[in-house]
């Protein structure tokens, strides 16, 4: 069974860990909403949909709409690590500046702004970002999509001027070859 693999952060890996099987993704179609757990149809919601539910039912649908932008609302959970001043997890609208989350909740880069290199806006599994387009990205899906990376998990890992991105690049493969 998945005993907490990473893998089984995607919805049909827990699945087929739940059933005792090895955490690995299942092939789609069919959706979980129509043969899930032991076939069953079945809805895998992560906590922080959970968790925001009872706010949106009480201040309203249109209210956590009014966050974001056009196909990005509401807020978001942004887990930012790394070369930051104060890392930690923080709730954001959607579409907020990178730049600006990061200096507003983490007390900037360590070393200031210039010395950013890069950041992994979504996970450590999606493109990183240079410098030069963290300036003025947003947090969102479809910001982070015309950037050729994406929003994914909203686990932004910051990296200073110190960082080998080449060694960084060859540590988090390591980790997802041990995971497979």
Request: overall charge neutral; aromatic content about 6%; proline content about 7%.
């Amino acid at each position: 069974s998945g005993a907490g693999a990473y893998i089984c952060g995607e919805e049909t890996g827990l699945i087929e860990s739940l059933e005792g099987k090895q955490g690995k993704p299942r092939m789609k179609p069919p959706f979980p909403a129509n043969a899930g757990l032991y076939g069953c149809p079945t809805t895998v919601t992560n906590v922080e949909t959970v968790a925001v539910c009872p706010t949106i039912l009480r201040r309203t649908p249109e209210w956590f709409a009014g966050f974001g932008r056009k196909n990005n609302h509401g807020t978001k959970l942004f887990a930012v690590s790394g070369h930051v001043n104060n890392p930690g997890v923080f709730e954001e609208e959607m579409s907020i500046p990178l730049k600006e989350l990061i200096e507003r909740h983490c007390g900037g880069v360590r070393g200031g702004w210039d010395n950013l290199k890069a950041i992994i806006p979504g996970g450590s599994s999606v493109p990183m970002l240079p410098k030069r387009i963290c300036d003025d990205v947003l947090m969102d899906f479809d910001a982070l999509r015309d950037v050729r990376s994406g929003l994914g998990t909203a686990a932004v890992i910051v990296m200073d001027k110190s960082t080998d991105l080449i060694k960084a690049i060859h540590r988090l493969s390591k980790f997802y070859a041990h995971e497979s």
